[in-house]
């Protein structure tokens, strides 16, 4: 069964108990639209007790503000209770729930286009919000008025950059008005909560639109102070020459690559990334423009190699250097870097070493720095290709042991 089949099965059990049950939300305006939608939530006038009594396996996780989830043959689905939020006195959380009628909940979502419920038993959409009209339109609309609904919740407009960004939809003059207006309060909102919303709009094919209406409407410096029009020009032209899928730290690392190093990695802190995610920027943004050096060593050239973000920096590179507008020419050095790297064929990028340090103090070297020293400078030579075997790695350490001797 998928996700949409199994909604339907619990709207048919709640319907068949009495009650009024309905795809709600993003799934139906994903529908109307053709799109595959992510998931299906249902909304019903059932009572989160009533929901947990109907069936077999529930969570309660939510209950209390109406959401209860409904466990069937593997798959979750998402059962809440028409409810309205009321009293957001801090723009980021309601401070109670009431539960109610359809209509009032449809009142209660963000924009039109998301306050459509649909009956699939009937094949019915119902749209107390003029939802269908503004889908036919391709717009981004709150429901009700926009600084009102902003105020509720701030992270609204980046709810409404991300939909506009995402279905390729204008935002509605009035509402574009409100977030631009709003901007400043963004700075309430968790990172973590901005980030899920920024990966939305900064990993989608038409992120260049997304980053630009984060620029104009004054959100992008709100949430990474100090981010200036020049970085800003970059972030759009680099962006623009990204591949189109891409993951959230590549297209962050090309957002910041009109940035000094150091402060994209402070404003990546603002977002609260999870540690890997954290690494794989920096790493993006500390290497830029290793790439482009002609001499760089072979030693040095199959250590980066053998990074795991390696082709990220690669894509990362090719977008600045075709977003520097120098066309063709730009671009030679990472097209001369590709031909070294094949050249290389399925040679071992991280070989064992030729010794180990047991080895290399059998051989006189003293314990400590020097030690540590030796190792890396017989693993680069190693990596270049002068030294094969044990026997002459063997021969080399001696050499640099007699070399080294007076400092050691
Ligand atoms: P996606 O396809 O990206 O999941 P979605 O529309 O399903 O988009 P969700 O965040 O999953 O968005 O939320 C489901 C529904 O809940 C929305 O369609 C909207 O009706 C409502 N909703 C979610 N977040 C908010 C919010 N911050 N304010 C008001 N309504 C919201
Ligand atoms: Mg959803």
Redesign the pocket.
């Known amino acids: 069964m998928t996700n949409k089949q199994t909604a339907i099965k619990v709207i048919k059990c709640l319907q068949r108990s009495g009650f009024q049950a309905l795809l709600?939300?993003?799934?139906v305006?994903?529908m109307l639209l053709g799109r595959r939608?992510?998931?299906y939530?249902v909304a019903t006038d059932a009572q989160p007790q009533d929901v947990i009594r109907l069936f077999k396996r529930t969570l309660k996780v939510g209950a209390k503000f109406g959401v209860v989830i409904v466990l069937i043959e593997g798959r979750r689905v998402e059962v809440a209770t028409f409810r309205t939020e009321t009293g957001y006195a801090d723009g980021r959380h309601p401070g109670s729930v009431e539960f109610t009628t359809a209509a009032e909940d449809a009142g209660?979502?963000?924009?039109t286009i998301?306050?459509m419920f649909y009956n699939p038993l009937e094949k019915q959409v119902i749209d107390y919000v003029d939802g269908q009209a503004d889908l036919k339109s391709r717009i981004v609309r709150t429901i009700g008025k926009p600084s009102e609904?902003f105020g509720?919740?701030y992270?609204?407009m980046l709810?409404a950059v991300?939909?506009s960004t995402?279905l390729d939809f204008e935002i509605e003059s009035s509402t574009w008005s409100a977030v631009c207006r709003n901007a400043k309060k963004i700075a309430k909102i968790s990172g973590e909560r901005i980030a899920m919303e920024l990966e939305?709009i900064l990993v989608h094919p038409n992120r260049v639109a997304g980053a630009s209406m984060l620029i104009e409407s004054g959100l992008v410096n709100v949430i990474f102070p100090g981010f200036a029009g020049e970085q800003a020009k970059s972030a759009i032209a680099v962006l623009g020459q990204l591949r189109s899928k891409v993951d959230f730290a590549l297209a962050l690392a090309c957002f910041f690559a009109g940035c000094e190093t150091e402060f994209a990695v402070r404003s990546c802190r603002i977002l609260k990334l999870s540690r890997n995610r954290n690494k794989h920027i920096k790493f993006l943004l500390v290497n830029r423009s290793k790439l482009l050096d002609k001499q760089m060593s072979l030693a040095d050239l199959k250590k980066l190699l053998a990074q795991p973000y390696f082709w990220d920096l690669y894509e990362l590179q090719r977008a600045i250097q075709k977003a520097s507008g120098h066309g063709r020419k730009s671009i030679a050095p990472l097209i001369n870097l590709r031909r070294r790297i094949k050249a290389l064929g399925d040679v071992d990028l991280q070989p064992e070493p030729l010794l180990n340090g047991h080895d290399l103090i059998r051989l006189g070297a003293v314990p400590g720095p020097a030690l540590g020293q030796l190792a890396e400078e017989m693993y680069i030579a190693q990596l270049e290709g002068t030294l094969h075997t044990a026997e002459q790695a063997g021969k080399w350490a001696k050499k640099w042991l007699q070399k080294h001797s007076n400092h050691l």
């Open positions: 709600a939300g993003g799934c305006r994903d939608a992510k998931d939530d209660r979502r963000d924009f998301n306050g609904r509720e919740d992270l609204r709810r991300r939909f995402q939305g």
